[in-house]
Every structure is written in C-alpha cells, then in structure tokens.
C-alpha cells in the first residue's frame, strides 16, 4: 500500500495544491525543493529564492514539512552541458524533456525511494497515471500508462514522454482529472490565493527573462557566417553564430520582397540556409529520422520490432495538434523513421518526436533529421492549395 509520497514543490500553484490533495487523503507527505540552477538572472537576483520562499510559505499554510535538495552540479553536467553542445551542433535541445528524464525522474525519485524510504513520488503536472492518480497500490502484475489528463490544454505528457517506466510506476499526478481552472479555485479555497494569481514561468528555465540570442552568447562565441539562398546557393546575409538560430525562425534581412526563413543549419561550414516565404517547400516535410525510441508502452515497442512498423500519432511541439504517422523501424544499427500522414513545418533536429495513441503517451525519441518534400510532393501540394 501506498502511504508515504515525496511531492516536487516548485512554489508554484499545482504542486502545492498536488501535496494538499494527497495530504486531504491521508497520505503522509513530504515537500522537497529541488535547487536546479545558481545563476543569477538580469538585475542580480537568484529568481530560484523567489521560488524556494513561495514554497516554504504554502508548505506552512499546508503543514507540510519541507525540504531540499540541491542538484545543480548534475543539472549543469545532463542537462545544460548536452543544451551548449547541441546548439554548438546546430541542433535545438529541449531542456524540459532532458532535465525531466536526467534530474526528476531520476536522481530525485531515487533519493525519494531509495534514500529516504518514502513510497511514490508527486509531481503538479497534468498527466494522469493509468493505476490511478493517487497510486492506491502499486500493479506489478500490469504496465503504467502515461494517459492524456482531462485538461488537454494543459497537457504536459509530452514533457514527461522522455522519463523510465520504472519511475513512471511509482509517481502520482493529482492533477490529473482536474482542469488548470479548479486547481486556481481550489487554491483560493485552501489559503493559497498567493500562488493562484502568480504569473507562471514559461519559456527555458535558466534564461528567465533575458533575450536568448544575449543568454547564450555568454556560453557560446559569436562565429559570424553567411545566410544562403537554398534555392539559388547565394549569399543573403550574415549571422554571429547559428546558435543563435532555429529552424522556422525568420530571419530579418532587408531589400528583399518575401521575409526569409531559416530552412536547415549546417555546422561544418557555419551557414544558414534561408527560404523566401513562411510556407516554402523547404520547411515542409513528412519524413523524419529519429534517434530509437524511449518506450513507456511495452505493447507498442513489441508490436514494432515484430512488425518494423507502428500506427500512432505525432507531435513535435506540445501545443500543436497531434497528426497521424507510420513509425517505421529500419535495419539493426540504423536510424527509425517517422512517416506523417501530412507535411509539417519546421521539424527541427535536437527537438523530440513524441508519439501518441488515442489515450496515452507511447514515448519519445530526439529527431535527428527532417527530409524535405520531394519534388512530386511539392506539386501535389500545390495542387491541393
């Protein structure tokens, strides 16, 4: 039986209102903080301390002891070092997804369970877990599914896509059947207004406010190079760095008649090529080629390896709509490939393909190259516009 759980208190509104939840049903809880990062951001301020205060304060409005642990070393070494060296590759990295998998669901949940004893962890995200979101009991004999939560606008499975099956088994989502709304309501009700009207934290943890092309270039030197046409090969312009740059983002050249945008990244040479047009052909594709998938469905990643190729669904941002795809399993030692149902664009390389059926969350893996349309495709989309 489920007694004891470990909540991640962030200092925000949905894990304090996850550890009231579990307390209300008589679990025993306990809040720990995790210090991830000590850089300090813009105007001299660890916005890290702002967070540790707020969830001091809604520990003691709950009477929920409160702890913490200080991952910053292993943060910097799984996570942030692998973020430099992909920008540096020309990829771009999701640093949730990586710190997810390397730091939450894995350091921390060990030291929840092996080090301190405790049963299960919580976390706040809207997720539901398929043995139940408050984990009565633990079902060995059956495999946890990473379901879709009830608010779907806030779904966040695709940030968790990347973590074990084996923590996944042991974690709680009382969030799960509640929509971001009613946790905001029932924080009121609870004496924690505080956090309900707190504005959320969005975009990369570690850049905070700051402008990311002024963030990174702290970390990675300006290498200037050239902007090229990719259909005629010219020289359109210069950048300080292709790190500074993502697939899809348009680029601010002047004297011409259509915007530019940046269409693939090449390292080698340290150039950027740029298409004419937001939706030129070049920023669409279908196929894309993955590094092996991490599986949270058994059944999925068996029915691949017997069949070589899987019906499921796909999406490469988490708040775009899922779009149907055959995933498709190539020779030992070789890439997986992504066939979608519609062209897309800008798939970016670094970013993570995450798979879905009509429930749950199937697993992930980090795309490592998007093929652009054929020429028959091409005209066949012509056509259809």
């Not at 540096?88 to 894995?106: A, E, S, V, W, Y």
């Not at 790190?243 to 601010?252: A, F, I, L, S, Y």
Request: contains cysteine.
């Amino acid at each position: 039986m489920i007694r004891k759980v470990v909540v991640g208190v962030s200092g925000g509104v949905d894990s304090a209102v996850s550890a009231h939840l579990l307390a209300e049903r008589g679990y025993q809880v306990l809040g720990v903080f995790m210090r991830n990062w000590d850089e300090m951001d813009e105007v001299g301020r660890c916005s890290g301390e702002a967070d540790l205060r707020d969830a001091e304060w809604a520990c003691r409005r709950l009477g929920v002891e409160l702890r913490q642990v200080n991952y910053v070393r292993e943060y910097w070494t799984s996570v942030f070092s692998q973020f430099l060296d992909d920008y540096q590759q020309g990829l771009t990295p999701n640093p949730d997804i990586l710190c997810n998998r390397h730091i939450k669901f894995d350091l921390f949940h060990r030291h929840a369970i092996g080090n301190l004893g405790y049963d299960a962890v919580a976390t706040g995200h809207y997720a539901r877990n398929s043995w139940g979101n408050f984990l009565e009991r633990i079902t060995p004999e059956s495999e946890a599914r990473l379901l879709i939560p009830a608010d779907t606008f806030k779904d966040q499975t695709f940030f968790l896509a990347g973590i074990p099956q084996r923590a996944l088994q042991r974690t709680m989502f009382p969030l799960g059947d509640l929509h971001k709304s009613q946790v905001k309501q029932l924080a009121g009700k609870i004496g924690l207004q505080r956090l309900a009207e707190k504005k959320e934290s969005t975009g990369i943890c570690f850049v905070g406010k700051r402008n990311f092309k002024d963030f990174i270039k702290e970390y990675i030197s300006s290498r200037r190079g050239p902007f090229l046409d990719i259909d005629s090969g010219d020289i359109v312009g210069h950048h300080e760095g292709i790190h500074q740059w993502t697939v899809g983002q348009r680029c601010r050249l002047s004297s011409y008649r259509q915007p530019y945008f940046v269409a693939r990244k090449d390292a080698k040479i340290n150039a950027i090529y740029v298409a004419s047009g937001h939706d030129h052909p070049a920023l669409l594709s279908n196929r894309i080629n993955i590094d092996p998938p991490n599986w949270l469905c058994e059944e999925s990643r068996r029915r691949l390896v017997e069949e070589r190729s899987l019906r499921c669904r796909f999406r490469f941002q988490h708040t775009k709509p899922l779009v149907g795809c055959q995933l498709k399993m190539g020779a030992p030692g070789s890439d997986y490939l992504v066939q979608l149902d519609a062209p897309l664009r800008a798939i970016t390389p670094g970013q993570y393909a995450v798979f879905y059926d009509e429930t749950a969350c199937l697993g992930s893996a980090r795309i490592l190259s998007a093929d652009p349309l054929e020429k028959r495709e091409r005209e066949v989309l012509k056509t259809a516009v």
